[in-house]
């Protein structure tokens, strides 16, 4: 499975208890380089949860972000991810696992779900399938172990920058989930853009001159090292930019470019 966070490194990140209460509050405000993107996704899988109900498999579980938006609502949440086995490939995913541990269930492949038929209510799979070379498969292992009348619910990225290189393989439209969702045999629910053109635009700028202004070097996997300084000076003229374009987004409906999509599709 893919892990669901980008590389982020320097974003003015504070340590100790107080500091990390600190970088806690400022990921929920426009302080944060990423917010614009960071709370349509959260509000999309907020909503998503509505549709979950009985036991549930989050496929590509990482840190378990949304562990706590979904116990509450069903009877019991699997988390899985990557098997170890893949790391001797991808060494940088060690540090991501160690801290996601706590919330992995189940080591597991996307292509070879390691479970029964029929054995989920409802399947969570959040920015995952566009690292994922062949996703038609994944889906259709996603509709093998969903029971009957069960959903999948899913996030999937339209406007974002490359990232997680070379494991970034996809953007998606809406009739690319529906020849894919058809393809596996899920009935199409719905298809619900994440933002609008105005909200999408906002989060771009941002981005990009975090990395234009804010980047002291260019990693491999398309993420930046930041200068400490320069991000951190960066910051009131980034949030300015998100707050503008959150505002735009108020008045407009055009959501042919979005931050990207929200599906529900159920297993006949």
């Known amino acids: 499975m893919a892990l669901t966070e980008p590389k982020r490194v320097g974003v003015v990140n504070y340590r100790g208890s107080r500091g990390q209460s600190l970088n806690a ?7 944060n380089p990423y917010w614009l993107d960071w709370s349509k996704l959260r509000q999309s899988v907020i909503d998503l949860s509505e ?3 009985g036991v549930l498999l989050d496929v590509g579980v990482s840190e378990g972000p949304y562990r706590g938006v979904f116990e509450p609502v069903v009877d019991r949440y699997v988390g899985l991810e990557y098997p170890p086995s893949i790391l001797d490939k991808q ?3 060690w540090k991501i696992l160690d801290r996601a541990k706590k919330s992995v269930d189940v080591f ?3 292509n070879r779900l390691p479970f029964e038929d029929a054995s989920f209510d ?3 799979c959040t920015e995952v399938l566009e690292h994922l070379p062949e996703p038609s498969v994944v889906l259709g292992e996603i509709a093998r172990v969903l029971k009957p009348g069960g959903r999948l619910l899913a996030t999937v990225p339209f406007s974002q920058p490359l990232h997680e290189l070379p494991g970034d393989y996809y953007r998606f439209t809406p009739s690319a989930l529906e020849h894919l969702l058809d393809g596996a045999g899920l009935q199409v629910e719905s298809i619900t853009p994440r933002g609008n053109f105005a909200s999408a635009m906002g989060a771009s700028l941002s981005q990009f001159f975090l990395r234009w202004l804010g980047a002291k070097s260019r990693q491999s996997d398309g993420s930046v090292i930041l200068s400490r300084w320069r991000s951190t000076l960066l910051l009131p003229l980034l949030a300015l930019i998100q707050i503008k374009f959150h505002l735009i987004s108020k008045l407009t409906s055009d959501t042919t470019f979005c931050h990207g999509y929200s599906v529900v599709a159920k297993r006949p």
């Open 25 to 31: 509050w400022r990921k929920r405000t426009p302080l």
């Open 51 to 53: 549709q979950a109900s």
């Open 91 to 93: 060494p940088d995913l």
């Open 108 to 110: 597991g492949d996307g």
């Open 122 to 124: 409802t399947v969570l």
